[in-house]
């Protein structure tokens, strides 16, 4: 009975009881991926975490700033920080003006401006010390972009660079303009009483004086799609008029006969470059500046999205642009989606219009 019994205990048994452990084949040990971070946006740089070392700031680029002035840091008050990656630090800072380089404000002014600043660690302030700013308004509020303390060393080449119109940059001497990129030559005896020149091209640096109001606006689209271009198709109308009861000369806007140059009066800043209008071949012959008449308007039409240079968004995302006509300037900010504004770049580059009527 016995052999009997055992072969039963066998046969009933599963087989994996008495299954030979044959080692298993070599594997190779697969670890999970990092976890990637966000892909850097257009103009953005890498994503950096929140956290660790100040991250060295490229030198303020004074000429580009519709207001500087230097003053005294007076009260420092934090508001909200943004939670983004990195974090968007939040400020009002109140200064008494002491000189304006560029603006209209005034000395002894007190003057509450707003700092945003998207970075890894909290920014500090010179607090209580002369400073130099730079800044910008929108919708009525001065906006700090640079806040620095001041360097009585450096004051002098600040001047200098704000009493340049926005665009143009340098030092006495080696000062460039948004088209010295172009091949065309400014006539030699048309200095219109200019201080500066460009070295590349001989344009004289033409302000836009006083008395006559800039306006920016984004035009409207043919079609608008949902979703995809709430800011138009790139297409800016820049208005300058003459709310005055005199005549007032605009000497950075330029005009052939009855014809006015837009595209080669205006120049446009983006991602911290500075670009000539497209269109714009450079002015190589004589030009006069435009004079409105007391109540009269004028009106151009620049397309940013013709340019060739920036980082354009993939996907949808917001570029801006700040369209500057001497040292007056709008800065606007444009909803890209690259799937619909694409193909308005590639119709712009072949120089077909991107309107079916009136383009």
Same mark, same amino acid.
């Given at each position: 009975?016995?052999?009997?019994?055992?072969?039963?205990?066998?046969?009933?048994?599963?087989?994996?009881?008495?299954?030979?452990?044959?080692?298993?084949?070599?594997?190779?040990?697969?670890?999970?991926?990092?976890?990637?971070?966000?892909?850097?946006?257009?103009?953005?740089?890498?994503?950096? =975490?929140?956290?660790?070392?100040?991250?060295?700031?490229?030198?303020?680029?004074?000429?580009?700033?519709?207001?500087?002035?230097?003053?005294?840091?007076?009260?420092?008050?934090?508001?909200?920080?943004?939670?983004?990656?990195?974090?968007?630090?939040?400020?009002?800072?109140?200064?008494?003006?002491?000189?304006?380089?560029?603006?209209?404000?005034?000395?002894?002014?007190?003057?509450?401006?707003?700092?945003?600043? =998207?970075?890894?660690?909290?920014?500090?302030?010179?607090?209580?010390?002369?400073?130099?700013?730079?800044?910008?308004?929108?919708?009525?509020?001065?906006?700090?972009?640079?806040?620095?303390?001041?360097?009585?060393?450096?004051?002098?080449?600040?001047?200098?660079?704000?009493?340049?119109?926005?665009?143009?940059?340098?030092?006495?001497?080696?000062?460039?303009?948004?088209?010295?990129?172009?091949?065309?030559?400014?006539?030699?005896?048309?200095?219109?009483?200019?201080?500066?020149?460009?070295?590349?091209?001989?344009?004289?640096?033409?302000?836009?004086?006083?008395?006559?109001?800039?306006?920016?606006?984004?035009?409207?689209?043919?079609?608008?799609?949902?979703?995809?271009?709430?800011?138009?198709?790139?297409?800016?109308?820049?208005?300058?008029?003459?709310?005055?009861?005199?005549?007032?000369?605009?000497?950075?806007? =330029? =005009?052939?006969?009855?014809?006015?140059?837009?595209?080669?009066?205006?120049?446009?800043?983006?991602?911290?470059?500075?670009?000539?209008?497209?269109?714009?071949?450079?002015?190589?012959?004589?030009?006069?500046?435009?004079?409105?008449?007391?109540?009269?308007?004028?009106?151009?039409?620049?397309?940013?999205?013709?340019?060739?240079?920036?980082?354009?968004?993939?996907?949808?995302?917001?570029?801006?642009?700040?369209?500057?006509?001497?040292?007056?300037?709008?800065?606007?900010?444009?909803?890209?989606?690259?799937?619909?504004?694409?193909?308005?770049?590639?119709?712009?580059?072949?120089?077909?219009?991107?309107?079916?009527?009136?383009?």
């Amino acid at each position: 009975m016995k052999p009997f019994f055992l072969a039963c205990v066998i046969l009933f048994l599963p087989a994996a009881t008495f299954a030979k452990k044959i080692p298993a084949p070599d594997r190779v040990q697969v670890k999970p991926a990092p976890r990637p971070l966000p892909r850097p946006l257009p103009g953005r740089g890498p994503i950096l =975490r929140p956290g660790g070392p100040e991250q060295e700031k490229a030198p303020p680029a004074w000429a580009s700033h519709q207001h500087v002035f230097t003053g005294t840091l007076g009260k420092v008050l934090a508001g909200p920080v943004g939670r983004s990656f990195p974090p968007m630090f939040t400020h009002k800072l109140t200064f008494t003006v002491k000189e304006v380089i560029r603006g209209d404000l005034k000395p002894g002014q007190e003057v509450t401006v707003s700092h945003v600043a =998207r970075q890894r660690v909290k920014p500090v302030f010179p607090e209580g010390k002369p400073c130099v700013v730079g800044g910008e308004k929108s919708r009525g509020t001065l906006q700090a972009k640079d806040v620095v303390e001041l360097d009585l060393k450096e004051i002098d080449a600040i001047r200098l660079a704000c009493s340049l119109p926005l665009g143009w940059a340098g030092k006495a001497g080696s000062i460039i303009s948004p088209w010295a990129v172009l091949a065309a030559k400014w006539p030699a005896n048309l200095k219109e009483g200019a201080k500066h020149f460009c070295a590349s091209t001989g344009r004289p640096a033409l302000g836009f004086g006083s008395g006559a109001s800039f306006e920016v606006e984004k035009v409207p689209p043919e079609a608008e799609i949902k979703w995809t271009n709430p800011d138009g198709d790139g297409e800016y109308k820049i208005t300058v008029g003459n709310p005055t009861t005199q005549a007032v000369t605009i000497p950075a806007l =330029r =005009r052939i006969g009855g014809k006015i140059l837009w595209n080669e009066s205006v120049a446009i800043l983006c991602q911290n470059k500075t670009y000539p209008a497209p269109g714009s071949k450079g002015l190589g012959v004589a030009t006069a500046p435009v004079v409105l008449q007391p109540g009269q308007k004028v009106s151009g039409i620049v397309n940013p999205l013709a340019l060739e240079g920036p980082s354009w968004p993939k996907g949808g995302y917001r570029i801006s642009f700040q369209i500057c006509l001497g040292e007056r300037s709008s800065t606007q900010s444009f909803y890209y989606m690259s799937r619909h504004h694409d193909g308005i770049r590639a119709k712009l580059k072949a120089g077909q219009p991107i309107r079916s009527v009136g383009d």
